[in-house]
């Protein structure tokens, strides 16, 4: 089966850091993506990671370990507008896209 | 505007009508993703295309719903005999080959 678990909700301040966590159990592995999706609109790609290690995209960097079924999303620096949901996904061997239920950042002044 | 686009943006049907819905992808994209997505929740794939071909059909997938992408290039997803339960948000995506996948607006179909 399937499993993809991450927060339902965190909340920060801005300026500083946060990390979201993702771990994931699934039967195929042909890499992660975390996507940020606003309310009311689509979810927009963030970063993808297929090797382990840390890939660093601007304020947003991503790690994945994939013996530990774990990655995170790191954000700095944080804005008001990163208020937003952040989707771990995993894409398994059949090509789909399998989500978590999504993370629930508030940026807080 | 070249990326994904979908339409309605929004549809408010009664139960037991058929709804169908229209994704037109990034044009050099071959494959074709739709997901359903209820509130609070991540996106639930529900079937993919690669050029016309459907490839993958998630079990979510009742015999009420169908999917075509008849030229390889936009793809229609038809619900018939709609429920509530069908009340959601419904993402097309597209991608190139297995590169990251690129979401449409969506379409919020209500049922009441």
């Known amino acids: 089966g399937q499993n993809i678990d991450q927060p339902t909700e965190m909340t920060a301040t801005e300026g500083a850091i946060v990390q979201i966590n993702c771990t994931y159990q699934?039967?195929?592995?042909?890499?992660l993506f975390w996507y940020q999706q606003h309310a009311g609109e689509a979810p927009t790609f963030l970063s993808y990671?297929?090797?382990?290690g840390l890939e660093e995209k601007g304020r947003f960097s991503s790690f994945l370990s994939r013996s530990k079924g774990y990655s995170y999303l790191l954000l700095k620096e944080l804005q008001m507008k990163d208020s937003a949901s952040y989707l771990c996904?995993?894409?398994?061997?059949?090509?789909?896209?399998?989500f978590g239920g999504g993370t629930r950042l508030m940026v807080k002044p | 505007d070249t990326g994904v686009s979908q339409d309605p943006r929004h549809k408010i049907t009664k139960r037991g009508q058929n709804v169908t819905f229209r994704c037109d992808p990034i044009?050099?994209?071959?494959?074709l993703y739709w997901y359903r997505q209820t509130l609070g929740q991540g996106p639930e794939f529900l079937t993919y295309?690669?050029?016309?071909?459907?490839?993958?059909k998630s079990r979510l997938l009742s015999d009420r719903f169908s999917a075509e992408r008849p030229k390889g290039s936009f793809s229609t997803l038809e619900i018939q005999r709609t429920e509530q339960g069908d009340s959601a948000m419904y993402l097309c995506?597209?991608?190139?080959?297995?590169?990251?996948?690129?979401f449409g607006p969506g379409t919020r179909l209500t049922v009441t």
């Open positions: 995506a597209s991608s190139l080959g297995r590169d990251e996948q690129y």
């Open positions: 699934t039967s195929g592995f042909n890499g």
């Open positions: 990671n297929v090797l382990d």
């Open positions: 996904a995993v894409n398994n061997a059949g090509n789909m896209l399998t």
């Open positions: 044009s050099e994209h071959n494959r």
């Open positions: 295309f690669q050029n016309e071909a459907q490839l993958e």
